[in-house]
């Protein structure tokens, strides 16, 4: 069997030893699929030094997978974030109406407990006697 690149045939023999690029036959969809499904992991260091001081350092990482693949590797930051919830909006507000309920609460017991306190009622005599009962036997 012989393969013809650039006009020249091959033998099986040479074409064995062609060297095969990842990019060979494959399109972007296929990349991009590829990529999301292993993940891929970017890193680099800047430093920007004046005589031996460094002034600024930046790392950088980056992590590109698909939402699967993250959460299979222990990613999953967005889950618990309120602000990429989709009911993050009312979770505050009622959050917001909560606080101030307590706030109010706690403003009114604070003001009760500084009020003076109330002489205490002294119970008041049963409205019948012994005698009474004693005449209206």
Do not use: C, Y
């Amino acid at each position: 069997m012989t393969t013809k690149l650039s006009g020249a045939p091959l033998s099986t023999k040479d074409s064995a030893r062609s060297i095969a690029t990842s990019t060979q036959g494959s399109s972007l969809a296929d990349v991009l699929e590829r990529v999301l499904d292993k993940g891929i992991v970017i890193a680099g260091d800047i430093s920007i030094s004046v005589a031996d001081t460094e002034l600024i350092n930046i790392r950088i990482r980056l992590l590109i997978s698909s939402v699967d693949k993250a959460r299979e590797i222990g990613i999953n930051w967005w889950e618990d974030n309120p602000h990429f919830n989709s009911q993050a909006s009312s979770l505050i507000e009622a959050n917001h109406k909560l606080m101030e309920r307590v706030e109010n609460l706690e403003s009114e017991l604070k003001t009760l407990r500084s009020l003076p306190a109330a002489p205490a009622a002294t119970p008041a005599a049963p409205s019948w006697s012994l005698d009474s009962l004693a005449q209206d036997l």
